[in-house]
């Protein structure tokens, strides 16, 4: 079966600095899989080349079947990508920026309802990104990952600022991904709770991904 | 990687540098004193060459930049081409405007006249001093060519647009321009000898500055290129850790676990 | 979707976040009438200067007000990351740019329609014949809004937006400002038939520039 993510030696440049200094990597459909590592491994990195939002600078990269090297946008719209940032429009309500994302990529304004209840956010609907609190728009923008109905889904560090509830919301979304056909990359400092959703671990250190040994 | 092999590079230098001299003596001593505007008219001599070499530059960065984007043709040459030649260009629509403004207080009274052609040259001097503004906002080659590349294009496809439009607004206003048409029947053999010496003298210079810009580009890109590879062998063995100004990209990364 | 419907989309975004926020209705509009009359100031209002002056200036603090709007325009787009949510979308960069150049379109218009009620009287100017005016107004809002979005996008990729996008834009814009002037002069004199060759400048320079940033706005999008 064609891999989802497949990439061989791929070096990503962030100005000058190497940040991904030859990185060989297989994802398989439905996975979810865990990219551990410590601060400035290019856990962050690898998953904004995985999104396309980067320049592969050396190697070979392919998502989805389209070869980043020749083609990094054609494969986003099934590739959402969850950041530090939400994608969303300070002065637009939390609902008008689940369905902005889900109609710009095909999907349904029913797609981002239910995305807004998924996320537990529905009593927040109408109100706007710039007074929502920090941990209601890590809420909004898991939402708005999941409103656009993505095949892959790239997570960076989703935990940071949710409360129990939340977390409880992201578990339930890593516990789904495989009966959904939803391949999950998460870089988590939360280590011991996304063990436990994950099928497996990726360690990166300097650049460079290894598997990880299981204990 | 340079234009011109170096021999040729140094013939090319030394031949421009005669025909420069060349066209001094000619300019100040060998072409007549002008009947009407005497001594000042000498200027034209190089007001005339830099003109010239100002719409070659540009043209050539034009040409350049669309190599560059034509995907059978892209190079880092065009990149490296178009930006040396449009340093070339503005410096050169700069000297010309100088010249004609240094030429103009004798000549018209005034330093500055709302000429079509003045008016075009500084529209021209300004669209791509805004261009070579955006060549020098860093990022990585590919995207600064890309850019660059486009907003060459942008600027080359509003000279005609400027032109025009200026030609026409000036010429509803005025009887005539301030050149007159007739003179150049008139002009002495000598004189126009010498103008046309000037034009190729200057071709001469552009030929040689564009290389010589052109290769200073490349041992830059050179010096970077190796300071990448040391960098990607320093990253693989672990010794460095991000540089202060990536700190910023990746500043929101918590901190967390080792294992 | 198809292209209008994308397009339709993101200005519809932006015309949104504007009704919200009222950016442009309450800082660059007051910008605008501010600036016509520090015009007064400058000259005299006594002679009868202004009136003879008033399409020029008024394009002026048109091109100004616009420098404004599109810097408001990739300004929404640099807050939490929307600019990678939008690249991520698998939406036409050419509906984007359609859609955001429309949005400003939008944007100016409007203004303008507010300024010209400040030139009217304050200036002392009546409108003349209203056909060609009202044609050369708009082509030369689809001009400014098409080239001001093609370099806000260049100057917001390359990250040094506030200050590239002037010294790019208003160069290339600066036939728009001689045929939207000379018009605006020829349709307030009544001799419309001086107006159509500079109306022919601007709808020349409008399509032109509408063409290459659908064509242009993709591959510029792209570069952070």
């Known amino acids: 079966m064609q891999p989802v993510v497949r990439l061989r ?150 935990h940071a600022g949710l409360d129990a509830d939340g977390r409880a919301v992201l578990d339930a979304v890593l516990e789904a991904a495989a009966g959904e056909d939803l391949t999950v990359l998460i870089a988590s400092h939360e280590l011991d709770r996304t063990r436990s959703l994950a099928s497996r671990e990726v360690v990166l250190t300097a650049g460079q991904a290894h598997a990880a040994v299981r204990p | 990687m340079t234009l011109l092999k170096p021999t040729v590079a140094r013939v090319l230098g030394w031949t421009t540098l005669v ?227 990536e700190a910023k990209v990746e500043a929101t990364v918590e901190a967390g676990a080792e294992r | 979707m198809n292209l209008a419907q994308e397009a339709s989309l993101v200005a519809g975004k932006d015309l949104r976040i504007e009704a919200r926020s009222r950016v442009t209705l309450q800082q660059v509009l007051p910008f605008g009438l501010i600036v016509l009359l520090l015009f007064a100031f400058a000259l005299d209002p006594d002679r009868g200067v202004l009136r003879d002056v008033a399409p020029g200036l008024f394009w002026v603090t048109v091109l100004l007000a616009a420098l404004l709007a599109i810097s408001r325009s990739f300004a929404i787009e640099a807050a939490n990351g929307a600019r990678d949510g939008l690249r991520m979308s698998g939406l036409d960069p050419a509906a984007i740019f359609l859609g955001k150049a429309a949005a400003v379109a939008v944007e100016l218009a409007a203004l303008e329609a507010l300024l010209t009620v400040g030139v009217i009287v304050l200036f002392d100017v009546s409108l003349g014949a209203i056909g060609p005016l009202l044609l050369a107004t708009v082509l030369a809002t689809v001009g400014v809004a098409a080239t001001g979005t093609l370099y806000g996008v260049l100057a917001a990729s390359s990250g040094a937006r506030e200050t590239l996008v002037p010294v790019l834009l208003l160069p290339v814009v600066s036939p728009v400002l001689l045929g939207a002037t000379r018009a605006w002069e020829a349709a307030i004199d009544g001799a419309s038939s001086d107006a159509w060759p500079w109306i022919g400048v601007l709808a020349v320079f409008a399509v032109l520039y509408t063409s290459i940033g659908t064509l242009a706005f993709g591959p510029l999008l792209e570069e952070a």
């Not at chain 2, 200026?166 to 009887?175: A, G, P, S």
């Not at chain 2, 007739?182 to 010498?194: D, P, S």
Request: charged share 20%.
């Open chain 1, 9 to 158: 030696s791929a070096v990503c440049l962030l100005g000058r600095f190497p940040a991904l200094a030859g990185v060989d990597l297989d994802v398989a459909s439905g996975e979810v899989v865990l990219l551990s590592g410590g601060n400035g491994a290019g856990k962050t990195t690898l998953l904004r080349l995985i999104a396309g939002l980067l320049p592969l600078h050396q190697g070979e990269a392919e998502v989805l079947g389209h070869n980043l090297a020749r083609n990094r946008t054609e494969h986003r719209r099934y590739v959402a990508f969850v950041g530090h940032e939400t994608f969303c429009y300070d002065d637009l309500t939390a609902r008008e920026n689940l369905r902005f994302a889900a109609r710009a990529s095909g999907a349904s304004a029913s797609a981002a309802d239910a995305a807004l209840e998924r996320v537990g956010l529905e009593r927040c609907a109408a109100v706007s990104h710039a007074r929502l609190s920090a941990g209601q728009r890590r809420r909004l923008a898991l939402g708005v990952a999941l409103a656009r109905e993505p095949r892959l889904l790239l997570l960076d560090e989703p």
């Open chain 2, 19 to 245: 025909a420069l001299i060349v066209l001094a003596l000619f300019g100040l001593w060998g072409a007549p004193a002008d009947a009407v505007q005497s001594d000042a008219q000498r200027l034209m001599y190089l007001h005339v060459p830099a003109a010239w070499i100002a719409y070659l530059a540009f043209g050539v960065t034009a040409i350049a930049s669309g190599l560059w984007l034509w995907p059978r043709t892209r190079s880092p040459v065009w990149d490296r081409m178009a930006g040396a030649s449009a340093e070339l260009g503005v410096m050169f629509t700069g000297l010309t405007l100088l010249m004609g403004s240094l030429w103009g207080r004798p000549v018209w009274g005034v330093w500055w006249a709302w000429d079509a052609r003045l008016v075009t040259t500084a529209v021209l001097f300004f669209l791509y001093l805004g261009y070579l503004a955006l060549r020098r906002v860093p990022g990585t080659a590919e995207g600064r060519a890309k850019r660059c590349a486009i907003a060459a294009l942008i600027a080359f496809v509003d000279v005609p647009i400027v032109h025009f439009s200026v030609t026409w607004w000036r010429t509803l206003h005025q009887e005539a321009t301030v050149f007159d048409p007739e003179l150049k029947a008139h002009i002495h053999g000598v004189m126009a000898f010498t103008l046309w010496f000037g034009v190729f003298a200057f071709t001469l210079l552009f030929v040689y500055l564009l290389d010589r810009r052109y290769h200073l580009e490349c041992l830059q890109e050179g010096l970077e290129d190796r300071e990448l590879e040391q960098a990607i062998k320093d990253r693989v063995r672990g010794s460095v850790s991000p540089p202060k100004v």
